[in-house]
């Protein structure tokens, strides 16, 4: 199937520890994003890659780091979880990143940090 | 930067009948207005969107509406069906933002059988 795919689809983790999820698109985009969805259901843009490049980085602590092996996959690695942190994050894909082609969003992968 | 406010944030209407969510924007130079389905568990999914030099889309039961000289758009949907309850998101972007999505808040639609 052509999607766009987010591993793992849960995660619990303890205060202070790293993690990384990581997300695939087959479908031939050339545009990546990290959402964030906190618990009142707002979505919000963290990263945006276009072919491996960084093009858009919201007001998100240094302990996010997004990076993109090529231009499918696009992963999330987090330093340091905090309590706020928990949400559900969003990975998307869009065609081309100034003109046509609707975003894409993965399944989401919910993070709790206790 | 966009912003996006949507109303209301919660709809509930009885099975068969209509239901309408309205957005407005702040960004006179956005062009594109998605509009995303999010089920229970799920991710948004896109249903209809429309540009900006359009004034009206529809597919099937689903239609949306744009007024840019007012900078609102809705969503409207007839004969609603149980399965559409979810959480509906309008969102504005435009051109060179990296399709940077700006989202409204969103609006939990329960269709009463």
């Known amino acids: 199937d052509t999607a766009v795919s987010q591993t793992p689809k849960y995660l619990v983790t303890q205060m202070g520890n790293d993690k990384s999820i990581k997300c695939e698109q087959n479908l031939g985009h050339d545009t990546m994003y990290w959402y964030k969805q906190d618990s009142k259901k707002f979505l919000k843009i963290m990263f945006s890659?276009?072919?491996?490049?960084?093009?858009i980085n919201e007001t998100v602590p240094n302990r996010f780091s997004p990076k993109s092996p090529d231009k499918a996959h696009l992963n999330l690695h987090i330093n340091s979880l905090e309590l706020g942190d928990s949400a559900v994050y969003f990975c998307?894909?869009?065609?081309?990143?100034?003109?046509?082609?609707?975003?894409?969003f993965g399944p989401g992968t919910r993070l709790t940090v206790l | 930067g966009e912003n996006v406010e949507q109303h209301p944030s919660t709809l509930s209407v009885q099975e068969g009948d209509s239901a309408v969510i309205k957005c407005t924007y702040s960004d006179s130079a956005s062009n594109y207005f998605p509009w995303y389905k999010q089920e229970l568990g799920k991710g948004p999914q896109l249903i209809i969107d429309i540009r900006s030099n359009v004034g009206e889309k529809k597919d099937q039961r689903i239609a949306v509406t744009l007024n840019k000289t007012a900078k609102h758009f809705s969503l409207h949907i007839t004969e609603t069906q149980p399965e559409d309850s979810a959480v509906y998101f309008c969102a504005a972007t435009r051109s060179g933002s990296a399709r940077q999505l700006t989202f409204g808040s969103g609006t939990q639609l329960t269709v009463l059988p």
């Open positions: 998307a894909s869009s065609q081309e990143p100034t003109s046509g082609g609707a975003s894409f």
């Open positions: 890659y276009n072919n491996k490049e960084l093009i």
